[in-house]
């Protein structure tokens, strides 16, 4: 009798969570494919005529897929046109073509110098962009070259170095998942996968494996396995009921108030970017924004006002009533925008936030006269970012004062919000009392969390020094807590500690009655209150 042949052994690979979930299927493994190849023209100035028309054409398909798109997505792409509408790149393959390069040996050189220098980049911001100029650099190519769109077999767990925005976007992946050797828990894909429950892993590393494997993810707790044995799949069997479990249980209390075990109300608000966002969010699952960012505003250059009042009119408008709280610009550290922040050797530590806005108030006054006409369209509240002495706040609030005074003089209908600060400076969480001017505070706990540990948060060799958890952190939380019960002052907490279902109870027992949660978490984060008994005396 013919002995059959035994499965090959199980490949491990660990790598971070991007996208909890779980997927099972064959390896997908992407390869350039079959390339048609660049036919020359006969002379440079034709090869680089072609070029351009490659980009022209690239530029309409990228500027047609953001026309489709919404939310973040249309925002990745507008990244991308902007990019591709730019001529450095096209300009400096020029040269490389009169020196005799072949256009699309030109263009992949230029582009791939870029990529190489976004990835050596100390700021994640572009790091977490190298796939947006992958994605160009293809797409160009292609165009050169007559070849089509990389097509991925539904159903299977893609393997590669790392995937582009727009490969991510043109894919079902309804039952399959990704898997990257490189990549970005921060890269817009990640962002894109989050929001799309695609199950997500990243920085699994190098090792050969064949394309049509069988896998199993696990992208909740970042594993993923080729030729999986018995044990192995029922491991992983568990862990996906345990996760739907899991999922069915937030549907279940997300349209509930959130209370404790012990009957304690908390507030969970919910933290937003894009207006876009809350079109996939029902405000009746929230008590309100409690953080919404506006830095993407700034994603393609300063954005005027009103660009800013439509973004923040609309969330007003889509809140009907309940509070909104807007954070003022928050550049610098790790967002760097083009024309706004400086150049500094510790960003963290440098010219961000409130402190930038404050050197640079020309910029803030466009968004302080934004905030100001969006007021009368909702319940407003403004918030500043990385105040470190109370004496930022007075300078706002005096510029605040003073545009006030100008639309009023202009007959321009506006309302002045209530102005708080975020708690994401150890010298605000020590002494809270001094910043008595703030009318709320909301703690931002991965910012706090990084400079009470002096433990970078975007590290991932640091992970475990940078814990929200730490008692050090949450001693200070602690005492905001106490500080706001006391002098009547709310106090929130919009760090992404405040989505982590595990850090709930921690963060309730220091005093905590408000979260600000990611859109995501919300269901999650009331299933967890509600199993926490704020009587108990363990912690
Ligand atoms: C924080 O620091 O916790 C926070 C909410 O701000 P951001 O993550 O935008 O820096
Ligand atoms: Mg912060």
């Known amino acids: 009798m013919m002995q059959a042949e035994p499965s090959p052994a199980e490949i491990r690979f660990t790598g971070l969570s991007a996208s909890a979930g779980f997927a099972a299927g064959p390896v997908f493994c992407a390869s350039r494919g079959e390339r048609g190849a660049y036919v020359r023209h006969k002379s440079p100035d034709a090869d680089y005529a072609h070029l351009v028309a490659s980009i022209e054409a690239a530029l309409e398909t990228t500027a047609g897929m953001m026309e489709k798109a919404s939310g973040d997505a249309a925002d990745i792409l507008e990244f991308q046109v902007a990019m591709l509408g730019d001529d450095t790149f096209a300009e400096a393959a020029r040269a490389l073509i009169e020196a005799g390069s072949a256009a699309d ?33 293809d797409r160009v190519l292609r165009a050169l ?13 893609y393997l590669a170095d790392d995937i582009t925005p727009s490969a991510f976007l043109v894919h079902d992946w309804t039952g399959g998942g990704i898997a990257l050797r490189q990549g970005s828990t921060t890269s817009h894909v990640a962002m894109l996968a989050r929001q799309r429950g695609v199950p997500m892993i990243v920085g699994v590393g190098g090792g050969r494996v064949d394309a049509g494997s069988p896998s199993i993810l696990d992208a909740k707790a970042g594993v993923f396995v080729v030729w999986p044995d018995d044990a192995t799949v029922r491991a992983w069997k568990d862990g996906r009921a345990d996760f739907e479990a899991a999922a069915t249980v937030a549907a279940r209390f997300a349209p509930r108030p959130a209370r404790t075990a012990d009957g304690t109300a908390i507030s969970v608000h919910v933290n937003i970017a894009d207006p876009a966002e809350t079109d996939q969010i029902d405000v009746g699952h929230v008590d309100g924004v ?36 807007i954070r003022t610009a928050d550049a610098g550290g790790d967002k760097p925008v083009p024309g706004f922040t400086i150049e500094e050797s510790n960003p963290f530590l440098g010219v961000r936030g409130i402190r930038l806005c404050l050197a640079m108030p020309e910029i803030f006054r466009v968004q302080i006269r934004a905030l100001l006409r969006a007021g009368v369209h909702g319940n407003l509240k403004i918030m500043l970012p990385m105040v470190a002495v109370p004496s930022e706040i007075d300078q706002a609030r005096a510029l605040f004062d003073e545009e006030m005074a100008k639309l009023a003089m202009a007959g321009t209908a506006f309302a002045m919000p209530k102005l708080g600060i975020m708690v994401e400076v150890p010298s605000v969480a020590i002494t809270p009392e001094r910043f008595s001017a703030a009318s709320f505070l909301s703690i931002g706990s991965n910012d706090l969390t990084q400079y009470v540990l002096a433990a970078s948060r975007d590290s991932g060799a640091l992970a475990a020094i ?16 106490a500080y706001g019960a006391r002098s009547d002052v709310p106090v929130s907490l919009c760090g992404d500690a405040a989505s982590d279902p595990t850090l709930v109870k921690p963060l309730l027992k220091a005093g905590l009655r408000s979260l600000s949660v990611a859109a995501s978490r919300i269901g999650l984060v009331k299933a967890a209150i509600a199993g926490i008994d704020l009587g108990d005396r363990q912690t």
């Open 466 to 481: 940078a814990r929200t958890d730490d008692p050090a952190v949450l001693s200070l939380i602690s005492n905001v807590a």
């Open 105 to 137: 040996i030109a263009w992949s050189q230029v582009l791939d110098q870029e990529i190489e220098n976004y990835a050596q980049s100390e700021e994640e911001y572009f790091r977490a962009r190298t796939a947006d100029l992958t994605d160009i650099r």
């Open 290 to 325: 409690g953080l919404m960012r506006t830095e993407f505003l700034y994603n393609s250059g300063l954005p005027d006002e009103e660009t800013q009042y439509r973004a923040y009119r609309k969330v007003l408008e889509w809140a009907a009533g309940k509070p909104v709280t």
């Open 145 to 157: 070259r007559g070849d089509s769109e990389v097509m991925i077999t539904p159903g299977t767990i």
